[in-house]
């Protein structure tokens, strides 16, 4: 690792897909950026942008729960329903570059940027069409996001699923891997997807000295880190967790941050926190498919960071944190109540999600895809966030973020039900034994 140097010296092409490679900026998407920062008195006519006079949008106010509220006047109404630069609203860029410097004081900051995309799951997609192509080898941790599946999978790139421990990603296996991939000749990895606080779907958050052996790992092998952290702000120890680009002294962590868990999902709204190179490609991409992420979205979000100020935003992150806490104590006693005996589990440390290992059970799909919804209980099943999806996988994944505390109850009441007539039906259909 390399301190104290002046810019990243990585070079990003290698990391690349021919496709993204390929990718040309669009003239139109240009000269709205250029026209976004001319001076007043610059007319443009370059642009397709119809008139707002047309629109049937008079004012936009907005109430918040503590009470303040603001108002989307006539200028700044105009700009939220209209087209806008790819990369982002730029005052929203500007307020977030404030933020993401002060939140992680990231090395050689000014060699970074950001891109504001519609939510993680299209900066997720954005960020790995760029540099998987077809069989391209993707490091991941096993279980993980079924959102990562989705995407590679139609580029038939290999996953190489690497096992966790209760503290994420194992670095003596993953480096294992890596020495084993590199002796017999195979096509080295060029990136990999953690996801390090309140781990989807196992609640783990990576403990900061597997961060940096991680980190010093993929500085050895030259891969790319992506770090997909919606759940940051949402972990509930004592102990702020040190994100990935904190420790990026070689331009080598993608960072994808997410609104959706904290200000709103339907907002549609996250960014993506790279070497500048890697944002100018995502960017391109971004100008193909949908110009730009929503700018009303923007427009609010960049109000409330506004009214807020980073102060504001830490203490309602605070608020958010300690409301999921009490969430994850009341299932983690009412599993207790109900599974004991029936299941194992671990108090998630972060996140939304416990992970439930059922005894006695082999593979918990058709119990939880089939017979769960006729019992009153839908959960997901554990395979579904696994490499191999069609292999058996004892594990059920129960979000505590939404249901009344009366639900919470119920539903493992219902899932100890469920569970006990499965064991059932298996002692009769195997005899006296139970698979296991
Ligand atoms: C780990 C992880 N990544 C990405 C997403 C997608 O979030 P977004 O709404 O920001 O697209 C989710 C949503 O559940 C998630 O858990």
Known sequence: MHKNKEKFEMDYSSFKTEISKRRRSATTRELTKIAYSAPKNVISLAEGMPNEETFPFAEISIKLNDGSSFTLDERELGAALQYIPTQGYPPLLQSLREFQRRAHAPPLWESRDIVIVSGSQDGLSKTLEAIIG?????LVHDPFYPGVEVVVSPHKAELIAIPQDEHGVDPEILRETLMKRQLSG????????????????????????????????????????????????????????????SLDTEGRVIRLDSFSKVISSGLRLGFITAAAPLIASIELHLQSSHLHAPTLSQVILYRLMKLWGYDGMMSHFMRIRHFYKQRRDAIAALAEKHLSGLADFTLPKGGFFLWIKVRGIKDTWKMMMQRGVT??????????????????????????????????????????????????????????????
């Open 186 to 245: 195979k096509k080295m990895p060029k990136i990999m997807y953690i996801n390090a606080t309140g781990l989807n779907p196992t609640g783990i958050v990576i403990p900061l000295e597997r961060r940096k052996e991680i980190y010093r790992i993929a500085c050895e092998y030259n891969f790319l880190i992506l770090d997909d952290d919606p759940y940051h702000f949402m972990h509930f120890d004592e102990v702020e967790p040190r994100s990935f680009l």
């Open 375 to 436: 019992k009153g209980v839908i959960m997901a099943p554990g395979a579904a966030f696994m490499k191999d999806s069609g292999k058996p996988c004892n594990a059920i994944r129960a979000s505590f973020a939404k249901v009344s505390y009366e639900e919470m109850d119920l539903a493992m009441e219902r899932l100890a039900d469920l569970i006990r007539s499965e064991l059932r039906n298996n002692y009769f259909i195997n005899g006296n034994s139970y698979i296991d």
């Open 134 to 138: 077809p069989g391209d080898p993707l």
